[in-house]
């Protein structure tokens, strides 16, 4: 692989002062890729014709030759077709103008979020984040915007959590996978087992529940949705086989549903008694859209609400301690199983109104 040497900060006194020249061979440094991906000519040239910039291959490579003169470029020319790539280490060349807000932007976004991100998307913005922390760095001491990071956190409302380690090849593999919709290949070994199981997956979404990461999957074949935890997958191979969505797939309405609750996915209408120390929270943070809460004679608080039936729900009624009664479904609390009948909203209805009826005052 050819790297071409370059001055630090390019003008090249070989380009041509026309407009459409200087407009196209800044079109085309934004088109090639970061080092080990790569991009021929021949694309480039096509691309370029996209965007309205119709010039020949050969005149490309004429441009991408006298471009590396100025600019960290790479030539991979090893087999063909050649490729071309900026090299793994150069900086942004499009970041002259970086300012503080911005730079606090990509700060963030590196601070919280690169585990949401596919690894060929954080290789891609890693110079951009470099520019980010030296501009934030070089700032004035009386910089509001470089003390912002010192002025906000994120807290847990339940015990803080390490989170697990996930294997780095997993994580490239799994959100490759998701990115470009291809099947994956993977070894799965289930909590407190020793060995893990084969499986072939349909990558739907990764979604994060705490400091766990969970991927959304249909296992081989079937139509249902699994949950694997990432930090479990041992190991994982990319394959060349689209993964098949299925039609009716909606993440949002999955996690509604409390699929990432470990629950039946059923909604049911809850219905709970609350000393108003207990449940005056859920003026402000509701339970759902539908709930209704009504202020009973002695001060209590009666609450009504669609919610999915889910562990989770268990777990939160629970640490709530005393000053919580289920009302429905009835023995909610006690079983990891609700009766067919806590499910009928009618009866929920009917005994809302009543302890309404008999403990709300005007």
Not at 234 to 256: Q, R, S
Request: proline fraction near 6%.
């Amino acid at each position: 692989m050819q790297e071409i040497n370059h001055h630090p900060w390019p003008i090249s006194k070989n380009m041509s002062s026309n407009n459409e020249t200087l407009l196209r061979q800044w079109a085309m440094l934004r088109m090639v890729p970061r080092y080990p991906h790569k991009v021929t000519a021949r694309d480039l040239t096509a691309r370029l014709d996209e965007e309205g910039f119709t010039v020949s291959k050969r005149t490309i490579e004429r441009d991408l030759m006298e471009l590396s003169a100025a600019f960290p470029l790479a030539l991979d020319d090893r087999e063909k077709p050649y490729g071309w790539s900026w090299q793994k280490d150069a900086p942004a060349f499009d970041l002259p103008g970086l300012g503080d807000h911005e730079s606090l932007m990509l700060l963030m976004v590196e601070q919280h979020l690169q585990a949401m991100l596919p690894p060929s998307t954080l290789d891609v913005m890693a110079p951009y984040f470099k520019a980010a922390r030296l501009k934030l760095a070089a700032s004035v001491g009386s910089s509001k915007t470089k003390k912002w990071t010192e002025k906000i956190r994120a807290v847990s409302p339940t015990q803080p959590l390490l989170a697990p380690k996930i294997d780095s090849v997993v994580h490239r593999a799994v959100t490759e996978a998701l990115l470009h919709e291809r099947q994956l290949q993977v070894s799965y070994r289930k909590r407190g087992e020793k060995k893990s199981i084969d499986y072939r997956l349909h990558p739907l979404a990764l979604v994060q529940r705490g400091p766990v990461f969970y991927l959304c999957a249909r296992l081989f074949d079937y139509e249902d949705v699994r949950l694997l935890a990432l930090h479990r997958i041992m190991k994982a191979e990319l394959l060349a086989e689209p993964a098949i969505t299925p039609a009716d797939f909606d993440l949002d309405a999955a996690v509604a549903s409390g699929l990432l609750g470990f629950g039946s996915g059923r909604m049911i209408r809850l219905l709970v008694k609350f000393a108003k120390e207990k449940g005056e929270h859920l003026y402000e943070t509701p339970l759902s859209q539908d709930q209704e809460i009504v202020e009973l004679e002695d001060g209590n608080l009666l609450v009504m609400a669609s919610v999915a039936e889910a562990p989770q729900l268990i777990w939160w009624l629970r640490a709530l301690g005393d000053g919580v009664e289920v009302l429905e479904p009835g023995g909610l609390l006690n079983e990891s199983h609700l009766p067919p009948e806590s499910q009928n909203e009618a009866l929920v209805m009917d005994k809302f109104q009543a302890a309404k009826l008999s403990g709300f005052v005007e």
